[in-house]
């Protein structure tokens, strides 16, 4: 399968936790997009990639929140001290970021934060 | 700044024609979309149309598009209980904006 892939798929944590997620996009893909989902809601942009290139991060998108993308391949976002907000499916996906761009998403990583 | 809007609900029979609508903002959109997402998964694309068309069919989907008044719409034939999820409406300009979903529920 050479879909989108996202681990862990979930994960509970204690308040004040840092705790780190990891995606990878489909292998041809040079777009690679960060979105949290609560629930009742659609996905909210977090921060995107073209390549290695962090090339824009919304203002949901606090100091405790990290992301990066080394080599141009899968991706890692981290949440510092975590707290009980940042309960929430956090949800990859990647497209080729031509033409009319495409997204694929992948499973998502359900964060609890106790 | 950008805004979409969906009714959050919609339940039909199976083997009725579900619409599902989507109002937007941004009239400077250049494709919107169609996804799907079932429980505990991803979003899934259904279908995209690009903001010069009105009209995209594809087997039981049928998307169109309103211009004007910034209205967008999926038909689907024939909707079976597999249709059961939530749809998604998303428009794109320089980034994608997605709506807050419309959980269809497909009764037998």
């Known amino acids: 399968d050479t879909g989108v892939s996202q681990n862990p798929r979930h994960k509970i944590t204690k308040r004040g936790q840092n705790v780190t997620f990891r995606c990878d996009p489909i292998?041809?893909?040079?777009?690679l997009y960060w979105y949290r989902q609560t629930l009742g809601q659609g996905p909210e942009f977090l921060t995107y990639?073209?390549?290695?290139?962090?090339?824009?991060k919304s203002r949901l998108l606090s100091d405790r929140f990290s992301a990066e993308r080394p080599k141009g391949s899968f991706s890692t976002l981290e949440i510092q001290r975590t707290e009980q907000g940042d309960s929430a499916m956090y949800l990859c996906?990647?497209?080729?970021?031509?033409?009319?761009?495409?997204?694929?998403f992948g499973s998502g990583t359900q964060l609890s934060v106790l | 700044g950008e805004d979409v809007e969906q009714s959050l609900f919609l339940s039909v029979r199976e083997g009725d024609s579900s619409v599902i609508n989507c109002t937007y903002t941004?009239?400077?959109?250049?494709?919107l979309y169609w996804y799907k997402q079932e429980p505990g998964a991803g979003l899934q694309l259904l279908t995209y149309?690009?903001?010069?068309?009105d009209m995209k069919q594809d087997q039981r989907l049928t998307v169109l598009l309103n211009k004007k008044d910034k209205h967008l719409s999926l038909r689907i034939a024939d909707t079976q209980t597999g249709d059961s999820a939530i749809y998604f409406c998303?428009?794109?300009?320089?980034?994608?904006?997605f709506g807050p979903g419309t959980r269809l529920s497909v009764l037998p």
């Open positions: 998303a428009e794109k300009y320089q980034n994608f904006v």
């Open positions: 990639f073209q390549n290695e290139a962090q090339l824009e």
């Open positions: 292998s041809e893909h040079n777009r």
């Open positions: 941004d009239s400077s959109s250049t494709y």
């Open positions: 149309i690009f903001s010069n068309m």
């Open positions: 996906a990647s497209s080729l970021g031509q033409g009319h761009e495409k997204l694929f």
